[in-house]
Structures are given as C-alpha cells and as structure tokens.
T-cell receptor, first 114, second 114 residues
Framework: DSGVTQTPKHLITATGQRVTLRCSPR?????VYWYQQSLDQGLQFLIQ???????AKGNILERFSAQQFPDLHSELNLSSLELGDSALYFC?????????????FGPGTRLTVT | EDQVTQSPEALRLQEGESSSLNCSYT??????LFWYRQDPGKGPEFLFT???AGEEKEKERLKATLTKKESFLHITAPKPEDSATYLC???????????????FGTGTKLQVIP
C-alpha cells in the first residue's frame, strides 16, 4: 500500500459526459501528478500540482482540467468524453515539487467510455 | 524531447535464470533515474532511484546500475513472483524551468516460468 488513495476504482460512462476522479496523496506529500495509461501506450504525464498550485503540464487535453485543494487532495475533471479517453488514470504523490524525487502511485481509476 | 527507451519489450525466463533489463536515455545533464515495477491493472511501485553514474542499488533479487548513457536492472535467480512490467523514468527539464516532468519508458514485460 503506497498510501495514495484514488476514487472511484472503476467508472463507466457514455460519450459526451463529464466525470471527476479524486486523489488523496500520502501524508506529508505536497505534490500530486496525474497520468494516463492506455493499453497501447505507456504512462503519459498529464499535469502536476504542488501545494495547491499548478507546476507543470504535459499532454493534457483542453477537455481535461485539474485542481489541488487546500487539504492537498486533487481532482481530475474529464469532460466531453470520447471513446479514446478510456484508460487507466493514475495519480502519484511526491514530497517535492520537482521531478527529482520518487513518486508513489495510487491504485488507479479505470475509466470506460461507451 | 528527451527519450527513454527500454529493451527488450518482453522477456521470458525460467525460474532461476538471471538476466538484465536495459533502459537507455537521451537527456542533457541526467539528474536521476527511477525504476518502478507495475503489476497488471495496478499502479507502479517504486523500486530504486539512481542519481549518478557508477551508482548501484540492490533490493532482494534486483540490482540497478547507472552509467552515463543507460541503466540496467539485473535480476538474479528470478522467481515467478518477479513477473511484472518494469518501468524506468527520468526527470525532464522543462522550458518553463525546473524538472517537474518525469518521462517514463514503455517498460519491459517480464515473465518468469516455474
């Protein structure tokens, strides 16, 4: 158990809908990263927050957004969903806002868009 | 953009048959390299961080080494429970400054047969 929690574990929704994925970091970690992992692709970095502020953006679509709250939990919002958005979504937390320290991953949310 | 390449893509070993996995990268000024293990449908599990050429880290049957151009994950006398996908990752310098992004390789899928 990494100490990072994600809810829900599974999500099935229809095209065009909007969903919210939630992540709580390990105790003491200030940084949260979001990743997307599709069957045919590796882990794709989406976005990073550190202590409530956005620090870095990766290949995140404009239909996706995220935020980190004062209690340090983070939410990833996916809207106007398409079939291609079906994937595993992971969050990871780290003690540092840089990428120079190890990240601890949650169990993931499996999103299925039908 | 910095590249992280892992080989082989898949590896099948008999129990007790030692081997090595490779991670090569093209980054200017390596600031560290991470190894993770990922079981199917689960979040990656942190294994090692290596920060400088010549550094080695060990954990049970796994040993990670780092040179200026690549890293190896040596698996000695593997057991079936070592079957997983092994990922390496490197911090990537961003145009906005800092190393917030971490680029993952696509992994080596290891299968250890009893």
């Amino acid at each position: 158990d990494s100490g990072v929690t994600q809810t829900p574990k599974h999500l099935i929704t229809a095209t065009g809908q909007r969903v919210t994925l939630r992540c709580s970091p390990r105790s003491g970690d200030l940084s949260v990263y979001w990743y997307q992992q599709s069957l045919d692709q590796g882990l794709q970095f989406l976005i990073q927050y550190y202590n409530g502020e956005e620090r870095a953006k990766g290949n995140i679509l404009e239909r996706f957004s995220a935020q980190q709250f004062p209690d340090l939990h983070s939410e990833l919002n996916l809207s106007s969903l398409e079939l291609g958005d079906s994937a595993l979504y992971f969050c990871a937390s780290s003690v540092s806002g840089t990428g120079l320290y190890e990240q601890y991953f949650g169990p993931g949310t499996r999103l299925t868009v039908t | 953009e910095d590249q992280v390449t892992q080989s082989p893509e898949a590896l099948r070993l008999q129990e007790g048959e030692s081997s090595s996995l490779n991670c090569s990268y093209t980054v200017s000024g390596l600031r560290g390299l991470f190894w993770y293990r990922q079981d199917p449908g689960k979040g990656p599990e942190f294994l090692f961080t290596l920060y400088s050429a010549g550094e080695e880290k060990e954990k049970e049957r796994l040993k990670a080494t780092l040179t200026k151009k690549e890293s190896f994950l040596h698996i000695t006398a593997p057991k079936p429970e070592d079957s997983a996908t092994y990922l390496c990752a490197v911090p990537q310098f961003m145009n906005s400054g800092g190393y917030q992004k971490v680029t993952f390789g696509t992994g080596t899928k290891l299968q250890v047969i009893p």
